[in-house]
């Protein structure tokens, strides 16, 4: 196991450093690739955490994509078997184990160099640091801006409860910023007077929900209140604010909703005579997936032996099973062998095995802006056990483990299970082909439009 990497995983813990903000994090990798011979350069796209790494020459060009930002209201002690925030409840924390990712497919990255340069291959490595991924669409604006564009094949993975090859397609998603203006008046002495704000918003839910009977039924459209204008009800809140998340199965689809929760919001507006800012956050498509590069992924199991554990690290994981309810635990819907797997999830606390999934292009409930990766470049992804069973991403649960032995053994799974993949790839360069074939099978005729525009650059939305 290489200390060196858990260490590095362990600062990035520390430091829970959101979206577009990851500079610490940012910074230890780049440090640590450097170190390793790769030649670094920062702040690609715009983003000034944002990395790529490059070794070697050649083809092919093999990408391993990172992540490494943390979630807001995610803080929590580690190894504390109960809800213990480190600091405020309201702190950022590493509650879906990005702290691990990024350094995973670091460690990926490292293990095909070495084999690159051991055996005296052409070939060229590169890792891409992709910021906010929770909020920012990091990698949207690497694929809109072109930095995958000499990109063969690329992969990456995501810490999970469970071993296996991440398999369908993830929602297409638009986030926005409706922000009201009215105008503040005594609610009770000259309300005639008044224009309120959070008026607006609530019946800008009130038109969303309403149109929730005449959407598709795989659509997802939810909502957050940023500002409801302040705590005194005798004054006509002049200022509100709602955070929008509107999701569909592909791009076109999302945008013809977006456009239709835009038309309700401009109707609240004009029925509550308040103005209407509408600012556009963040963009990111859907999966395209890979069923060549699962294969090839899938062969990389069966080939890198899976990690052991101690009876020390599988009491720890029935310790954090324990905190949440069974009956909540559900398998994995794309398992080949669902009975198996219940009996797994039933009698074990940790997933030791490796879960054969059936292909599919079935659409998820989620989004990833790995999916805009995806529609410019053959990707191919997969899940290690890194948390116990039971309780999942977005957790404290899963903020509390990640510093733990079994986290660190996941994480080297992944790196393993990586770099074997690409090593299959680079010595049977036929599957490579048969990769991009497929790719272009599936676009068709579809081009990939990026859903955030042009001429917006990453930003955060005060």
């Known amino acids: 196991m290489n200390e060196a990497l858990n260490h590095l995983a362990d600062q990035i813990w ?4 959101t979206g577009f903000l990851e500079t610490k994090s940012c910074d230890a990798m780049c440090e640590y690739l450097e170190q390793e011979g790769f030649e670094v350069t920062k702040g690609i796209a715009d983003m000034a955490t944002a990395y790529k790494g490059v070794w070697g020459h050649g083809k092919p060009v093999i990408t391993f994509l990172g992540e490494y930002d943390a979630l ?10 109960e809800y213990a925030p480190r600091t405020s409840n309201e702190d950022p924390g590493h509650g879906c184990g990005h702290h691990l990712l990024g350094v995973g497919s670091i460690a ?16 060229t490595v590169e890792i891409l640091g992709c910021p906010a991924e929770e909020s920012g669409s990091g990698k949207a604006y690497l694929a809109r801006d072109g930095y995958l564009s000499n990109t063969d094949i690329a992969l990456s993975w995501h810490p999970g409860q469970f071993n ?8 297409s998603c638009i986030s926005v910023n409706f922000r009201f203006h009215g105008v503040s008046s005594h609610a009770a002495g ?9 008026d607006a918003c609530e019946l800008m839910n009130v038109g969303v929900n309403y149109l929730r009977e005449h959407m598709e039924s795989t659509d997802r459209v939810h909502y957050a ?11 006509v809140q002049s200022e509100a604010e709602l955070k929008y998340f509107i999701r569909s199965t592909t791009n076109p689809k999302a945008v013809k909703l977006y456009e239709r929760v835009i038309n309700i919001a401009k109707g609240a507006a004009l029925m509550t005579e308040t103005k209407l800012d509408v600012l556009f956050d963040e963009g990111l498509s859907n999966t395209v997936p890979n069923f060549v590069l699962e294969n090839v992924l899938s062969e990389a199991f069966m080939k890198v032996p899976a990690p052991e554990y101690t009876d020390a690290e599988l009491a720890y994981a029935k310790s954090f099973k324990d905190t949440y309810p069974q009956e909540n635990i559900g398998v994995p819907h794309r398992a080949k062998h669902p009975e198996l797997m219940k009996e797994i999830i039933k009698n074990e606390a940790l997933h030791t095995g490796f879960m054969e999934s059936d292909h599919s292009e079935e659409c998820g409930m989620g989004s990833t802006d790995v999916g805009d990766i995806s529609w410019v470049v053959p990707t191919g992804q997969i899940n290690t056990a890194c ?3 039971g309780a999942g991403a977005h957790s404290w649960q899963w903020v509390a483990q990640g510093t733990s032995s079994i986290a660190h053994k996941g994480l080297e799974y992944a790196g393993h299970i990586l770099a074997q993949a690409a090593i299959e790839l680079h010595s049977h360069p036929e599957l490579i082909e048969q990769a991009k074939a497929e790719h272009k099978q599936r676009l068709g005729d579809d081009v990939y439009e990026c859903l955030i525009p042009k001429d917006v650059k990453p930003h955060i939305i005060d």
């Not at 807001?72 to 078997?81: L, N, P, V």
């Open 108 to 123: 990926a990255a490292i293990e095909y160099r070495n084999y690159l340069r051991d055996n005296h291959l052409e070939g």
């Open 14 to 17: 520390s430091y829970a450093e």
């Open 164 to 171: 296996q090859v991440s398999t369908g397609s993830s929602q």
């Open 387 to 389: 948390f116990a069973i």
């Open 225 to 235: 209140y940023l500002n409801v204008g302040g705590k005194a009800p005798n004054v």
């Open 190 to 198: 000259s309300p005639h007077l008044g224009r309120s704000a959070l």
């Open 72 to 81: 807001f209201g995610m803080s929590q002690k580690a190894d504390i078997t």
